[in-house]
């Protein structure tokens, strides 16, 4: 991070706090994605069965 040694006011205690930040955003950002992921892959599967048994 070149910002942060040009700015020496902007201490540890700052990239701390945006570090924990990032890192809880992340957490939620996994969680939601594979939540969607999840259900994106019920609805395909559920999808495929039922063409498969209009079709048979």
């Given at each position: 991070?070149?910002?942060y040694?040009?700015?020496p006011s902007l201490g540890?205690?700052?990239q701390n706090t945006v570090e924990k930040f990032s890192s809880i955003f992340?957490?939620?950002f996994e969680i939601r994605?594979?939540?969607?992921?999840?259900i994106v892959v019920k609805f395909r599967?559920?999808?495929s069965w039922s063409h498969k048994s209009?079709?048979?």
């Open positions: 991070m070149s910002g040694s040009r700015n540890t205690g700052a992340l957490e939620v994605y594979f939540e969607t992921l999840n599967a559920v999808d209009t079709f048979y």
